[in-house]
């Protein structure tokens, strides 16, 4: 009988589950769409039901990461404050000016907090792309460390903080445009409804899309640069998945 190892076993029941995508896309914008979209109307949910049963399941969704992974994750909490903000403006009918202005906000501070991370110890390009679950930081570290590039790569990691907030800071501007272009009608009622759905199905292709590019690219640039200053290939710094 083959014995199992007892520390393997502790790390696979450890070993955090990856996210899918599909869940994600269906959670936070196709089925809130949906709801919001075919199910204000008083023969269904009525306005304000509609809106509470579209924001559970993103709200959901992000309280189940937050308990999954057992501690609080600022992006996560900062999307949880996001949605209560989005229902509670909806609910009370306050001016559909104050979604826009949420929804600048919270990629604003976004970039704000990662421009103010790189007064700290903790950049937030740290947390984000340089560290151990995505590169071997440490044989980085050891190379740069060998060919005395060290202050090379902190300028690196300085202009990839720079374009990751310049990411947000766009996100910021095109979710105010967006708010603006399609929030026309008075909040409570069914037509503003439809538009805040119409508004979370344009979120991915508008917002999030593009940032996502810009993340790539910056990623991109951040694995040429430690290439060049290491000697080291990609492939030999990249993290096994």
């Known amino acids: ?6 520390t393997t076993s502790a790390e696979q029941r450890t070993e955090p589950k990856r996210e899918s995508l599909l869940a ?7 089925i809130p769409t949906l709801v919001l979209t075919k199910l204000s109307g008083d023969a269904w949910l009525g306005t304000k039901w509609a809106i509470v049963a579209a924001l559970a399941f993103p709200l ?26 989005t229902g509670g403006i909806s609910l009370l009918e306050l001016d559909a000016e104050y979604i826009a202005i949420k929804e600048a906000a919270i990629p604003g501070l976004l970039g704000i907090a990662t421009v103010v991370s790189l007064y700290t110890r903790w950049p937030l390009v740290r947390t984000l792309l340089y560290n151990d679950r995505i590169l ?7 190379a740069l460390s060998g060919k005395g590039n060290e ?20 996100s910021s501007g095109l979710n105010y445009l967006l708010a603006k272009l399609l929030l026309k009608s008075q909040p409570g009622t069914e ?14 292709p ?11 690219l910056v990623l991109f640039f951040l ?12 492939e030999e710094i990249i993290v096994q998945q």
């Open 1 to 6: 009988m083959t014995e199992i190892d007892p």
């Open 60 to 85: 959901g969704y992000g309280l189940r990461d937050l308990l999954r992974s057992r501690r609080v994750n600022f992006f996560s909490a900062l999307g949880i404050v996001s949605i209560l903000l």
């Open 206 to 216: 508008v917002i999030a899309l593009p940032a996502t590019i810009i993340l790539m």
């Open 191 to 204: 037509a503003f409804n439809e538009e805040l759905g119409k508004m979370t199905a344009m979120s991915f």
């Open 24 to 30: 994600n896309l269906a959670l936070n914008i196709v």
């Open 151 to 170: 202050s090379a790569f902190e300028r690196t990691l300085l202009q990839a903080s720079w374009m990751i907030a310049g990411s947000f800071f766009l």
């Open 136 to 142: 071997d930081t440490a044989k980085v570290a050891r």
């Open 223 to 234: 694995f040429r640069r430690i290439g060049k200053l290491t000697g080291l290939k990609l």
